[in-house]
């Protein structure tokens, strides 16, 4: 293992402790966590984030978001075609006097969809309006 004889800031020194003295509140043992393998640890972290910025590989977030919707709008469909299979076996085996209730049942399980939504958008992103 390799030894580097560095000075730091006393903020980061400082910010190097505390992290330190976290982990040991936390439970660590100090032959678990020490300065020299929490500098270790970030300098670790440091270097990939280097590397990262460096290439042209980099984390691009308008893919990632894109790729993300994708596959939410395709599990939402997934989502509406097995109710709705699910429902047309269940007014099946009712008979006769099941076939009116499926669009009665469809719409109710895809308005409750539709509002659990809506009450996760209000909880997780700022409106327009609040902008």
């Not at 599990?75 to 097995?82: A, C, H, Q, T």
């Not at 699910?86 to 006097?97: A, D, F, H, P, Q």
């Not at 109710?108 to 409106?127: G, M």
Request: charged share 30%.
């Amino acid at each position: 293992m390799g030894r580097l004889a560095i000075y730091v800031k006393d903020k980061i020194e400082n910010e190097i402790r505390e992290i330190v003295q976290l982990e040991i509140q936390n439970g660590a043992k100090a032959g678990e966590v020490n300065i020299s393998s929490t500098c270790n640890e970030i300098l670790r972290l440091g270097l990939i984030m280097h590397k990262a910025r460096n290439t042209e590989e980099t984390f691009n977030q308008r893919e990632w978001s894109r790729d993300v919707i994708r596959m939410l709008g395709g599990s939402k469909e997934g989502i509406s075609i097995l109710l709705m299979m699910v429902t047309e076996m269940y007014v099946n085996m009712l008979g006769e006097k099941g076939g009116e209730k499926v669009e009665e049942y469809l719409s109710q399980y895809l308005t409750s969809i539709q509002n659990a939504e809506d009450e996760h958008e209000a909880k997780h992103f700022v409106s327009q309006e609040e902008a």
